[in-house]
């Protein structure tokens, strides 16, 4: 995170998928800078784990110049995605980053899984992206928590090709989503990614990233 905060108020910073993990470690990092201070929320789809993350945080850093927050947030949960938004629009206005760290990952998985990893990694992060875009700032940034296993390298050689079409758009990405167990029939397990879905989920995430993203962000 850029130390230099050149405005008159902390950056507003949302974590998802705060409780554990690499969201929990972003907000140690923020929590342990002494020179630039933060207004950080974190989120977890638990409240009673979302909330003893906060006490942790809060107690292994007492005198850190940043405001840590805790909000429930389901990102595969609709009325939650709404009542986040809603409650960022009255209660903050306005958002500086969005870190979407929330996902899941298998080590191996049943055909409903791989559903609902493409569902949780790439559907829903994109669904609270979309929403969020509004409430940004004029110079807001959003981080895609993403692994190497997103190359597409990694990737069976249809969704390979599919990913590779110089006519990608969401509509299409979203295509490949809902019809993704036809896309990974040739993937290939590896040590590295035995599965198809968190592979897959990841380079459907970084297209959308990469091509779609940053047209709506102008």
Not at 27 to 32: K, N, R, S, V
Not at 84 to 102: E, H, M, P, S, Y
Not at 136 to 145: F, N, P, R, T, W
Not at 153 to 167: V, Y
């Amino acid at each position: 995170m850029d130390s230099q905060n050149t405005t008159s108020t902390p950056r507003k910073i949302v974590v998802t998928g705060a409780n554990k993990g690499i969201g929990h470690q972003i907000i140690d990092t923020l929590l342990a800078e002494n020179t630039t201070p933060y207004d950080i929320i974190l989120t977890a789809r638990n409240p009673a784990l979302g909330q003893k993350a906060l006490e942790t945080l809060q107690a292994k850093y007492p005198n850190s110049p940043s405001k840590l927050t805790y909000h429930q947030l389901d990102i595969t949960d609709d009325n939650s995605v709404s009542a986040f938004a809603d409650w960022i629009r009255t209660t903050q206005g306005k958002i500086d980053v969005l870190v979407n760290n929330a996902g899941i990952k298998y080590r191996k998985s049943t055909d409903e899984e791989k559903k609902y990893t493409i569902q949780t990694n790439f559907t829903s992060v994109v669904k609270l992206t979309e929403k969020l875009i509004p409430l940004l700032s004029a110079d807001g940034k959003i981080i895609q928590i993403s692994t190497t296993l997103a190359q597409l390298g990694f990737q069976g050689e249809t969704l390979r090709k599919a990913l590779e079409d110089p006519a990608l758009d969401l509509k299409r990405l979203h295509e490949i989503a809902d019809n993704f167990l036809q896309f990974s029939q040739d993937f290939e397990p590896s040590q590295l990614g035995p599965e198809a879905s968190y592979p897959g989920s990841k380079a459907l995430l970084n297209f959308y990233s990469n091509t779609v993203l940053p047209k709506q962000l102008g």
